[in-house]
């Protein structure tokens, strides 16, 4: 699952008192094994923590570093994956310094990555989280090609899943087309054997819009099968999780 989760906020309507009862019910009612998020905040994250089932972890750092700022947090299934490494990497000129920000980009912007061993099988998988910048063309197109970069160094035998929040549509934007053709990269929504109806992935608490802009991806190395991808309507009385749409796919590796 890709999942903006729309930063914690006291303000009515749509506060995270009233979307976490909705996020706690959406999580637990599909249980993935995987979880790329966008835009938690620290507290926030770790409700979420709480409200999942004991078996979950979750790793990651504030943009701004320590706590601080929004994450690229990653939730996952202990009873399936184990993390064998994990670092963060920031979408500047100089990745690897906390809180770098560059290429026009409004706010920081940052990549959180894990490699995972998975349980049952004993295989291995790269998993990548990002959100990139919500105004700047220019950033979003630096950034995925950093992120290109940063997938061609990785063993190139072993799966990777990206997540994110990439804030333009799939198709017909230079950011996917970098990811899809310079980072060996599937859209596991078009691969999908079944699909669910398709929305808008932003919708703004706003009423949905059917075949709508999905700016929310999943992407996968091509040896990966893509059995269901979904976006998700859920909600409950009314009221969203967030004000996007989690995306999700089923995926054989």
């Given at each position: 699952?890709?999942?903006?989760?729309r930063?914690?906020s006291?303000q009515?309507?749509?506060?995270w008192?009233?979307?976490?009862?909705v996020?706690r019910?959406?999580?637990?009612?599909?249980?993935p094994?995987?979880?790329g998020t966008q835009?938690g905040?620290?507290g926030q994250?770790?409700?979420?923590a709480a409200?999942l089932?004991r078996?979950?972890?979750?790793?990651g750092?504030?943009r701004?570093?320590?706590?601080?700022?929004?994450f690229?947090a990653?939730?996952?299934?202990t009873?399936?994956?184990t993390?064998?490494e994990f670092?963060?990497?920031?979408?500047?000129?100089?990745p690897?310094?906390i809180?770098?920000?560059?290429w026009g980009n409004?706010?920081?912007r940052m990549v959180t990555w894990?490699?995972?061993?998975?349980r049952r099988t004993?295989?291995?998988?790269?998993?990548?989280?990002?959100?990139?910048?919500h105004?700047s063309?220019p950033?979003?197109?630096?950034?995925?090609a950093?992120?290109?970069e940063r997938?061609?160094?990785?063993?190139?035998d072993?799966?990777?899943v990206?997540?994110?929040?990439?804030?333009?549509p799939a198709h017909?934007n230079p950011v996917?087309d970098a990811?899809?053709?310079?980072?060996g990269?599937t859209?596991?929504?078009?691969?999908?054997?079944r699909r669910?109806?398709?929305?808008?992935t932003?919708?703004g608490?706003k009423p949905?819009v059917?075949?709508?802009?999905r700016i929310?991806w999943?992407?996968?190395?091509?040896?990966?099968r893509?059995?269901?991808?979904?976006?998700n309507t859920?909600s409950?009385d009314?009221?969203?999780?967030?004000d996007?749409?989690?995306?999700?796919?089923?995926l054989?590796?």
């Amino acid at each position: 699952m890709s999942f903006n989760l729309r930063y914690a906020s006291d303000q009515t309507p749509h506060s995270w008192a009233e979307r976490r009862p909705v996020t706690r019910a959406l999580l637990r009612r599909e249980e993935p094994h995987l979880v790329g998020t966008q835009e938690g905040l620290y507290g926030q994250l770790k409700d979420i923590a709480a409200d999942l089932p004991r078996r979950y972890d979750w790793i990651g750092t504030g943009r701004a570093g320590g706590s601080r700022d929004e994450f690229m947090a990653v939730f996952y299934d202990t009873e399936r994956l184990t993390p064998a490494e994990f670092d963060h990497f920031w979408l500047s000129d100089q990745p690897s310094l906390i809180g770098s920000r560059s290429w026009g980009n409004t706010v920081i912007r940052m990549v959180t990555w894990i490699r995972f061993t998975d349980r049952r099988t004993g295989g291995a998988l790269y998993h990548l989280n990002t959100h990139l910048d919500h105004q700047s063309q220019p950033s979003r197109e630096r950034s995925a090609a950093l992120i290109t970069e940063r997938l061609g160094a990785l063993e190139a035998d072993v799966p990777r899943v990206v997540t994110g929040d990439f804030n333009v549509p799939a198709h017909g934007n230079p950011v996917y087309d970098a990811l899809l053709a310079g980072g060996g990269l599937t859209d596991t929504w078009d691969t999908a054997e079944r699909r669910s109806k398709l929305y808008a992935t932003f919708h703004g608490y706003k009423p949905l819009v059917p075949d709508g802009e999905r700016i929310d991806w999943i992407l996968a190395s091509p040896g990966v099968r893509s059995r269901y991808a979904a976006v998700n309507t859920f909600s409950l009385d009314g009221q969203f999780p967030s004000d996007h749409l989690p995306v999700q796919a089923v995926l054989d590796l």
